[in-house]
Nanobody, 123 residues
């Protein structure tokens, strides 16, 4: 499966953005999906993940209550709605997919990755 992330940009603290990750090649219905991010001089870290159902989700503590991961199987797309953005959310955001139902928080469990989209939050 090939992944294409989009939707990043430059915003001010408190603003919202919605990232999209479109899949091609295979249907998303057989894959768990996740979002990760990598800030300047930082390792790539887990942000959010969902299993086959959008009701099965997991978030890193720093984004709980602000970010929402969802997926539209018909559009073969997974989304990351980001509200109340903070400067510390600044990073390149990557979508990822793994075959199966388990919504892993570990980047090494994901075999497929998008190219990343830059999110910059100014204070």
């Amino acid at each position: 499966v090939q992944l294409q992330a989009s939707g990043g940009g430059l915003v001010q603290a408190g603003d919202s953005l919605r990232l999209s990750c479109a899949a091609s090649g295979r249907t998303f219905s057989s894959y768990a999906t996740g979002w990760f991010r990598q800030g300047p001089e930082k390792e790539r870290e887990f942000v959010a993940a969902t299993g086959w159902s959008s009701s099965s989700t997991d978030y890193t503590d720093s984004v709980k209550g602000r970010f929402t991961i969802s997926r539209d199987i018909a559009k073969n797309t997974v989304y990351l709605q980001m509200n109340s953005l903070k400067p510390e959310d600044t990073a390149v955001y990557y979508c990822a997919a793994r075959l199966g139902t388990y919504r892993s928080t570990r980047k090494q469990d994901y075999a497929y990755w998008g190219q990343g989209t830059q999110v910059t939050v100014s204070s």
